[in-house]
């Protein structure tokens, strides 16, 4: 085989990822790619893209459109929110929750009404871009109720006469009280997940455990910091109990005696009060450092 070909072998069987082309979840994916180094520039015209630094091509779709892209193997890959991949039904493999685009479906009813539990529902119109996850829950609690499909602002349902209540994404909830409603059930539970085709090629396989390793690897830095101080050397047995570390913190003697240097990686929710017990016992010159990626 002449180069060219091999060139062109591997164009063909490159990996695809779909991400979504514009709205909640595209700069997430997008910055979540480039932080494991799969640098995409975003296409202006075409909705296909190559990273510029891995053998990895994007589809740049609509959100609603990639379970099934993936499900059907047009693409490998995907990240999307956990509620299309259920509302669509799409039979993919859920690979990793991503920890960004978390919202749930919630089941919403006008202020005023009355709300004792699910009976509620009986008979009653519900306005939903979900409806087959509104059915599947609404069957299991034995509830008959009519599904009214509607896909742009659900919200404005009840007070446009359309539907009694509604059953719509929440994140903060002040869209729902702009519009007089109050949140009864929490449903369905959300966030961005990589989705992976079920009989995707070895080769594809390969790329995802590699993409799975980075993944980990940032994931498991987010939330923690990197602290490094100069400690009295008769006070490291104390700050070792301060500082449980993944094996044990790294301590280095300094040139002056009597003084080491201690460093380890903590909690950034606790970063501060384990500052304050380490400076306790004589702790100094503490730096605190981002942490990128921690490679097990
Ligand atoms: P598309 O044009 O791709 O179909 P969309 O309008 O259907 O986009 P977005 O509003 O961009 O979708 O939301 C994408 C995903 O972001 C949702 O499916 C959900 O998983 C997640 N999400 C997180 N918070 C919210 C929120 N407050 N409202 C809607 N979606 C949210
Ligand atoms: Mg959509």
């Known amino acids: 085989m002449d180069l060219p ?17 514009k709205g909640r979840l595209n ?5 979540l790619l480039a932080s494991i180094g799969i640098n995409v520039d975003e296409p202006k015209r075409k909705f296909i893209s190559k990273a510029r630094n891995f053998d990895i091509e994007t589809l740049f779709l609509r959100d609603d459109d990639i379970p099934l892209v993936v499900a059907s193997g047009t693409a490998s890959l995907g990240i999307v929110g956990l509620n299309e991949v259920a509302e669509k039904g799409a039979d ?11 919202c749930r479906i919630s089941l919403a009813i006008p202020k ?9 529902f009986r008979g009653k119109r519900i306005a939903t871009s979900y409806p087959r996850i509104l059915k599947d829950f609404l069957d299991k609690n034995g509830i008959e109720a009519t599904i009214e499909i509607i ?6 349902a009840p007070a446009a006469g359309i539907a009694d209540c509604i059953f719509d994404i929440v994140s903060s909830g002040s869209t729902l009280v702009s519009n007089g409603l ?22 594809d396989r390969d790329t995802l455990e590699e993409i799975l390793f980075r993944i980990d690897s940032h994931l498991m830095s987010s939330g923690k910091k990197y602290l490094l101080m100069n400690i009295p050397t008769a006070a490291l047995d104390q700050a070792v109990k301060i500082l449980p570390a993944m094996r044990s913190p790294t301590v280095m003697p300094l040139a002056s005696e009597g003084w080491c240097s201690l460093h380890s990686v903590v909690e950034a929710d606790t970063l501060w009060e384990k500052v304050r017990l380490l400076k306790a016992i004589g702790a100094e010159g503490i730096l605190v450092i981002d942490l990128d990626k921690i490679i097990l």
């Open 5 to 21: 070909t091999v060139g062109k072998f591997f164009l063909l069987v490159m990996l695809k990822i779909a991400l979504q082309s």
């Open 27 to 31: 700069e997430e994916s997008l910055s």
């Open 92 to 102: 993919v493999e859920i690979v990793k929750q991503l920890g960004f685009g978390g």
């Open 112 to 120: 005023a009404d009355k709300y004792e539990g699910l009976d509620y």
């Open 151 to 156: 896909t742009g602002s659900v919200e404005i």
């Open 182 to 203: 109050v949140e009864v059930e929490r449903v369905f539970e959300s966030e961005a997940v990589l989705i992976a085709n079920k009989n995707m090629s070895a080769q």
